[in-house]
């Protein structure tokens, strides 16, 4: 389900501006780590739509700052 950055999209996480293995926005070209987003890649949907695009970005962005701002891996954060 995890799949890299491809040419259409942006190459680091929209959270943590790392890159690495990120999930590709079937919508958009916003690219996450699954850390990131507090979320195992069997959490996620096939077809992946952002926080960007679903709009819940506020949401999210305030929920990995409140961690930190650092990547975490959700079984080590207790989710």
Known sequence: RQSVAKDHNND??????GDGDLI????CPA??????LMRTGEELAAYYV?????GTF??????????GGRVALPESAGW
């Open 50 to 54: 952002c926080p960007r695009c679903d």
């Open 12 to 17: 680091v996480c929209e959270l943590c501006q």
């Open 58 to 67: 506020e949401e999210v962005e305030k929920e990995f700052q409140d961690y």
């Open 31 to 36: 690219v996450f780590h699954c850390a990131c």
């Open 24 to 27: 590709c926005c079937e919508e």
